[in-house]
C-alpha cells in the first residue's frame, strides 16, 4: 500500500490532469456561449479563468467545474442587446451579491426538495443536449471527421485497458491534432470558433450610472442569473455527491459561487455556475480535489494566452469525440430500467423533467418542472392515505368520527365530505387523536363541517388533537380550539 506521501503528488498529477482535460471541453462551449450572450469570446474566457480560480477556493464541493454557462447566456442575451456590455457587467456582479445573501442565509437546504427522479431527469436531459450540441460539428462534414471522431472514441474508451496513468480523452485530443497537422486536413479547428484572448483579464468597475434607473435595469436580470446559478450548481453538486460518496456544502458552495461572480464581473466576464458535462468529465478521469478546479481555470488561461496558436489547431473532431463519451456517462442508463420498475407518478417526473429541458434547453425550468410536479403527486398521494370511520353509540345519541391521516389543503376537503356525509346524531365528536391537522385549509374545513352539524342540532366536540395541531389551532382558529380544551357547542 503507498504511503500518504506517495499518494499525495500522485492525487496532485491527477487532479491536475483531470482539470487539464475539462479544460478542453470547455473550450468550444464556452466561445459558443458567449456568442449566445451576445458578448465577445474573451469575455465568457475571461469568466471561466476567474471563477474556476476563484471557486476552488470558496466554493463547497470539490473536484465541481465553474464557468461560464450556457444558462445564463441564455438570461442575458436581451440585456446585451438593449443595453451593452457594461450592463451585463454589473448584472453579474448584483448576481453574486444576491448569491452570497443565499448562501449566508442557508438556502442550500432546499436541495432536500428535489427528489431523486428530477435529478434522474436532469442528469438524462443534460446528455442529450451535450450529444446534440455536438450535431453541428457532424453535419455536412467530410469522411474524415467521422474518422477522427470514431477514432478519438475508441481511444478514450480503449486507453484505459492498458493505462490508467494519463487520462485517454487527454491522449485522444493530443493524437487528433498530431494526425490532423500531419496529414493536413482541411477540418474545422478551434480557431475557427472566434478570436481567442491576447492578454490577461484586466481589473475595471462596470461603467454604468449609479442611479436607482440602472438598478431597475439590471436587478431581473441579476435575480435571474443567480437562481439559475444556484439551482444548476446545487443539482451538479449533488450529482457528484453521488458518482463519489461524498458529502458537499450547498451552503459554501451558494456563497462561493457568489463571491466567483462578484469577480468575474469586475474582471469582465460573464456571470457563471456549475459545468455539469465539464464537472462529469473531471470526476470521471480522476479529479477529487480543489486542484482539479483550479487548474482548468489556469490551464484555460494558458491555453487562450500562451499556448494560443497551437490550440487553435486543435480539431473540433477531437472536442467532439470528448463531449460524446461524456454524454454516454451522463446518462442515467437505469433510469430506463426504471421507467417500468418505479412507480408512475416518480417516472412521470422524470420524463417531464427531461421533456422540459430538451424542448427548451433551460436545465433551471425543467429542474423547477420537476420539482412542482413531485410536489404536487407527492400531495397527491398522501392525501389518499386519509381515512374517516364513523361509529354510533348504542344508544344512537353520540356519533364518533375518527380520522386517520395528514389533513392539509389536498386532503381538508375529502375529511369534511365524508364527516357531513354520516348519519346525523344530537353529539358528534370528531376524534383527530390518529392525524395531524397541518395548514389553514384543514381548520377551515373542519370549521365549515362544525358549522353545517350545528346548524343541523348536533353538538360537536373535538377530541385527540396532539400538541402540534392544537397550537395551530389555537393561532388559527381559538373558537374552534376552546379556551379550555377543544370543544365546539
Same mark, same amino acid.
Given at each position: 500500500m503507498?504511503?500518504?506521501?506517495?499518494?499525495?503528488p500522485r492525487a496532485f498529477l491527477r487532479d491536475a490532469l483531470a482539470g487539464l482535460v475539462s479544460t478542453?471541453?470547455?473550450?468550444?462551449?464556452?466561445?459558443?456561449?458567449?456568442?449566445?450572450?451576445?458578448?465577445?469570446?474573451?469575455?465568457?474566457l475571461y469568466a471561466s479563468f476567474v471563477i474556476a480560480l476563484v471557486i476552488a477556493f470558496t466554493g463547497g464541493r470539490t473536484a465541481m467545474i465553474s464557468a461560464a454557462a450556457g444558462s445564463i447566456a441564455l438570461v442575458v442575451g436581451s440585456l446585451v442587446r438593449t443595453?451593452?456590455?457594461?450592463? %451585463?457587467? =454589473?448584472?453579474? $456582479? @448584483?448576481?453574486?451579491l444576491i448569491q452570497v445573501v443565499c448562501g449566508l442565509c442557508r438556502l442550500g437546504i432546499l436541495m432536500r426538495f428535489v427528489s431523486r427522479s428530477v435529478v434522474a431527469g436532469f442528469l438524462n436531459a443534460l446528455a442529450i443536449l451535450i450529444f446534440a450540441a455536438q450535431l453541428p460539428e457532424l453535419i455536412g462534414v467530410g469522411w474524415s471527421v467521422y474518422v477522427l471522431v470514431a477514432l478519438g472514441v475508441a481511444i478514450i474508451y480503449g486507453l484505459p485497458r492498458i493505462t490508467s496513468a494519463v487520462p485517454s480523452p %487527454?491522449? =485522444?485530443?493530443? $493524437? @487528433?491534432?498530431?494526425i490532423s497537422i500531419g496529414l493536413g486536413l482541411d477540418i474545422r479547428r478551434v480557431g475557427d470558433l472566434g478570436d481567442l484572448p491576447t492578454s490577461l483579464p484586466a481589473f475595471a468597475l462596470p461603467a454604468v450610472p449609479l442611479t436607482l434607473e440602472t438598478l431597475r435595469i439590471i436587478a431581473p436580470y441579476a435575480f435571474a442569473i443567480a437562481f439559475v446559478g444556484i439551482l444548476e450548481s446545487l443539482m451538479t453538486a449533488s450529482v457528484v455527491d453521488e458518482m463519489t460518496g461524498t458529502p458537499s456544502n450547498k451552503n459554501?458552495?451558494?456563497?462561493?459561487?457568489?463571491i466567483a461572480n462578484v469577480a468575474a464581473g469586475l474582471f469582465g466576464g460573464i456571470g457563471g455556475c456549475a459545468m455539469i458535462g465539464q464537472t462529469v468529465s473531471n470526476v470521471k478521469y480522476g479529479g477529487r480535489g480543489r486542484l482539479s478546479t483550479a487548474c482548468s481555470g489556469i490551464f484555460l488561461l494558458l491555453l487562450m494566452v500562451v499556448l494560443k496558436p497551437w490550440v487553435a489547431q486543435i480539431p473540433m473532431a477531437a472536442l467532439v469525440a470528448v463531449m460524446i463519451t461524456v454524454s454516454i456517462a451522463t446518462f442515467s442508463w437505469s433510469s430506463l430500467r426504471d421507467v417500468v420498475r418505479h412507480p408512475k407518478l416518480s417516472s412521470t417526473v422524470m420524463l417531464a423533467t427531461v421533456a422540459v429541458v430538451v424542448a427548451t434547453h433551460n436545465l433551471a425550468l425543467g429542474v423547477g418542472v420537476g420539482v412542482l410536479l413531485s410536489g404536487l403527486f407527492f400531495a397527491f398521494k398522501v392525501s389518499q392515505l386519509v381515512r374517516v370511520t364513523s361509529t354510533l353509540s348504542?344508544?344512537?345519541?353520540?356519533?364518533t368520527d375518527t380520522v386517520v391521516g395528514q389533513i392539509f389543503f389536498a386532503s381538508a376537503d375529502?375529511?369534511?365530505?365524508a364527516i357531513d356525509a354520516a348519519p346525523a346524531a344530537p353529539v358528534v365528536r370528531i376524534d383527530v387523536g390518529q392525524a395531524h391537522i397541518w395548514d389553514v385549509s384543514a381548520i377551515g374545513a373542519l370549521e365549515?363541517?362544525?358549522?353545517?352539524?350545528?346548524?343541523?342540532?348536533?353538538?360537536?366536540?373535538l377530541i385527540g388533537l396532539n400538541e402540534a395541531s392544537a397550537s395551530i389551532m389555537g393561532r388559527l382558529s381559538p373558537d374552534m380550539a376552546g379556551p379550555s380544551g377543544p370543544l365546539v357547542g
Open positions: 503507498p504511503s500518504a506521501s506517495d499518494s499525495r478542453f471541453a470547455l473550450i468550444p462551449e464556452v466561445i459558443a456561449f458567449s456568442y449566445v450572450a451576445g458578448v465577445p469570446p474573451q469575455v465568457g443595453h451593452g456590455l457594461d450592463y %451585463l457587467l =454589473a448584472a453579474t $456582479v @448584483l448576481a453574486g %487527454l491522449v =485522444a485530443i493530443l $493524437v @487528433l491534432t498530431l459554501r458552495e451558494t456563497s462561493g459561487l457568489g348504542p344508544d344512537g345519541a353520540t356519533r375529502a375529511v369534511a365530505e365549515r363541517v362544525a358549522g353545517r352539524l350545528r346548524a343541523r342540532g348536533s353538538r360537536v366536540e
